[in-house]
């Protein structure tokens, strides 16, 4: 479950003020999957940081899965995001200078697991990069470099998956690699929170959130 | 982890690797210059002569300019006191001297006995401190050309004959260039006065106090030892020597002051940097949960990496390379574990400096630092 009351979040720039959001609430009942759509700047990418605990509200209050976010110091924070919240990032923030294997391993580094190894070349094998495993990031195309994302974001098996548009850079075909991906991840009783501008085929969200200028129309 | 992201930024990593090499080799090289440096001043300055005389309680310094020595001696044994005691000076030569005729030629026989030095202090003789060997005489370039006298040649003294064994450098000053020394024994025989000299020259020390209190301060000192006997400072001499010293010290100080300063500011900025520019990937780290002190690890593993190869061979070729740099004739090399401290400060330094950006990512929202990346 993730469930938003009342969250604002405020940036501060040059003394000004700018809210990012503007007293949002919904709730994604556990299972579910929201699709969060809306036009740039209209704080779709804020929403995926605070449930992610990648930054704090400035007001409201944030609970994922069954426990509140908002007093969590950031090692508890940190913790989650390793155990049970995924983060999968438009612009998928790969490690250069490890290997598409190595990349899918660093959750490893947080929590050890048993078969990691093979758990990480099972993920990149269904996600079609079984011949990439020891390529670099910049030796990989946008689409391979967001499935290896999707990879290590998966590689928990976790119970959330902030997904921020994560299709924004790819070509149709890659696109829906990882919508199915993430549509399985569903079925397997994951709460999906996708952002996306774009229109999102292949997947059938639960609900959906329109977004704009920090809050949510409709 | 850390040698893969060593291969990925081979340029950087060498770039850091290079500069803890040229600031620890740099600073070994001006280790080693200052103090060569600081050393052959000392050297030269000692090389000056004696810059202390002292003269018994009635001498008249007037006469004794006027190079009549008569009417003023003290007991020999005076020169024993000064080397067992704690005075500002060292080196002491005792002497017993009288102008006296030679062939119709002035000269000043100057009886002197082997130089003592502080006890317990073994020193190198002053270059000016002459141990002559019985039966022969050292006689001053321009008495020597006024004798016509030549090495190993016999020279007769108040009626005993010396056999001539150095005829010594001119110095320039009178009235070392016109003395005639043979062993402080056979002075006092001939000039009748067993057991007594007429002047000790001694060397001031180095003092830590100010040129201006040095003369009163080593008269005070000596008068301590024995008391009533007149010293006068050749002052230029001593003047020269503290002066040089003092300021060939504070050139030590500062020019390593400043080197370690470079090297420190050096060392900073780029692990600073090295670390800042890492911040995206720190911020990576920290979204995908890894916690905190794993991820310093990483970044302080590869600055303890590339800070500890550099500075060893910072070390090991400031080591090799500094005697290139020496002018001087002795090379005074840093002391091995004067190496060790440079070489295990660098690193620590370069950790240091590198944990205020770790911490202050670490402390940063992980949502900030992934923005960084996309700007």
């Known amino acids: 479950m993730i469930k938003f009351e009342n969250v604002c979040k405020h940036y501060r720039k040059n003394g000004n003020i700018i809210p990012a959001l503007d007293n949002v609430s919904f709730e994604i009942p556990a299972g579910q999957l929201a699709l969060v759509r809306g036009p740039s700047g209209s704080g779709k990418t804020t929403m995926i940081n605070l449930a992610a605990?990648?930054?704090?509200?400035?007001?409201?209050?944030?609970?994922?899965?069954?426990?509140?976010?908002?007093?969590?110091?950031?090692?508890?924070?940190?913790?989650?995001?390793?155990?049970?919240?995924?983060?999968?990032?438009?612009?998928?923030?790969?490690?250069?200078?490890?290997?598409?294997?190595?990349?899918?391993?660093?959750?490893?580094?947080?929590?050890?697991?048993?078969?990691?190894?093979?758990?990480?070349?099972?993920?990149?094998?269904?996600?079609?990069?079984?011949?990439?495993?020891?390529?670099?990031?910049?030796?990989?195309?946008a689409g391979e470099r967001q499935r290896c994302a999707l990879a290590r974001a998966l590689f928990n098996e976790p119970e959330i998956i902030l997904a921020d548009e994560p299709t924004g850079n790819l070509d149709p075909e890659s696109a829906e690699k990882v919508l199915r991906q993430i549509d399985q991840a569903k079925q397997r009783g994951a709460t999906v929170l996708l952002v996306s501008h774009q229109p999102i085929d292949h997947i059938h969200p639960d609900m959906i959130l329109e977004m704009d200028r920090g809050n949510i129309i409709e | 982890m850390i040698l893969r992201e060593v291969q990925r930024s081979k340029l950087n990593t060498a770039l850091c690797f290079c500069v803890i090499l040229l600031a620890t080799g740099l600073l070994i090289v001006m280790m080693t210059v200052s103090a060569s440096s600081?050393?052959?001043?000392?050297?030269?300055?000692?090389?000056?002569?004696?810059?202390?005389?002292i003269t018994p309680e009635n001498a008249d310094p007037a006469q004794y300019q006027a190079l009549d020595f008569t009417n003023a001696d003290m007991p020999e044994e005076n020169v024993d006191k000064l080397a067992n005691s704690t005075v500002l000076a060292q080196h002491f030569v005792g002497k017993?001297?009288?102008?006296?005729?030679?062939?119709?030629?002035?000269?000043?026989?100057?009886?002197?006995?082997?130089?003592?030095?502080?006890?317990?202090?073994?020193?190198?003789?002053?270059p000016?401190?002459?141990?002559?060997?019985?039966?022969?005489?050292?006689?001053?370039?321009?008495?020597?050309?006024?004798?016509?006298?030549?090495?190993?040649?016999?020279?007769?003294?108040?009626?005993?004959?010396?056999?001539?064994?150095?005829?010594?450098?001119?110095?320039?000053?009178i009235p070392e260039d016109i003395r005639v020394f043979i062993q402080l024994s056979e002075a006092q025989t001939l000039l009748d006065a067993e057991g007594k000299?007429?002047?000790?020259?001694?060397?001031?020390?180095?003092?830590?106090?100010?040129?201006?209190?040095?003369?009163?301060?080593?008269?005070?000192?000596?008068?301590?030892?024995?008391?009533?006997?007149?010293?006068?400072?050749?002052?230029?001499?001593?003047?020269?020597?503290?002066?040089?010293?003092?300021?060939m010290k504070r050139f030590e100080m500062f020019a390593v002051a400043i080197m370690l300063a470079a090297s420190a500011t050096a060392i900073w900025g780029l692990t600073y940097l090295n670390?800042?520019?890492?911040?995206?990937?720190?911020?990576?780290?920290?979204?995908?949960?890894?916690?905190?002190?794993?991820?310093?690890?990483?970044?302080?593993?590869?600055?303890?990496?590339?800070?500890?190869?550099?500075?060893?061979?910072?070390?090991?070729?400031?080591?090799?390379?500094?005697?290139?740099?020496?002018?001087?004739?002795i090379i005074l090399l840093p002391s091995l574990s004067d190496i060790i401290s440079i070489a295990v400060a660098a690193p620590v330094?370069?950790?240091?400096?590198?944990?205020?950006?770790?911490?202050?990512g670490l402390l940063q929202d992980p949502a900030d630092l992934l923005r960084e990346a996309t700007q």
């Open chain 2, 275 to 329: 670390v800042r520019n890492r911040r995206p990937e720190l911020g990576v780290f920290v979204a995908l949960g890894i916690p905190g002190p794993r991820i310093a690890l990483l970044f302080v593993g590869k600055v303890l990496l590339f800070s500890v190869t550099g500075s060893v061979a910072g070390c090991a070729s400031g080591y090799m390379l500094a005697p290139a740099f020496v002018v001087t004739k």
């Open chain 2, 38 to 53: 600081v050393d052959a001043t000392r050297v030269y300055m000692k090389n000056m002569g004696f810059n202390l005389l």
């Open chain 2, 349 to 360: 330094v370069a950790v240091i400096f590198s944990i205020p950006p770790i911490v202050a």
């Open chain 1, 53 to 141: 605990g990648l930054c704090r509200q400035t007001k409201g209050s944030i609970t994922i899965g069954d426990m509140s976010l908002d007093n969590l110091p950031p090692n508890e924070r940190a913790k989650r995001r390793t155990s049970d919240i995924a983060v999968v990032f438009q612009l998928f923030h790969l490690v250069p200078y490890l290997s598409a294997l190595e990349n899918v391993l660093l959750p490893t580094l947080a929590a050890s697991r048993e078969n990691a190894d093979e758990r990480a070349r099972m993920l990149l094998d269904e996600l079609g990069l079984s011949e990439r495993l020891t390529h670099f990031p910049d030796e990989m195309s």
């Open chain 2, 197 to 247: 000299i007429n002047a000790i020259d001694a060397l001031a020390c180095q003092c830590p106090i100010d040129t201006e209190e040095i003369a009163a301060a080593l008269r005070a000192s000596i008068d301590e030892v024995l008391p009533g006997v007149q010293v006068e400072p050749y002052t230029d001499i001593l003047t020269a020597r503290h002066k040089q010293r003092d300021m």
């Open chain 2, 128 to 173: 000016t401190a002459y141990e002559v060997p019985p039966n022969q005489a050292y006689i001053g370039s321009a008495a020597a050309k006024s004798l016509n006298a030549a090495a190993g040649g016999m020279l007769n003294i108040l009626g005993r004959d010396f056999e001539v064994g150095k005829i010594l450098k001119a110095r320039g000053a």
């Open chain 2, 96 to 126: 017993y001297q009288q102008t006296i005729q030679i062939n119709g030629k002035t000269v000043v026989l100057t009886g002197v006995r082997a130089e003592k030095t502080t006890i317990g202090r073994p020193k190198k003789p002053m």
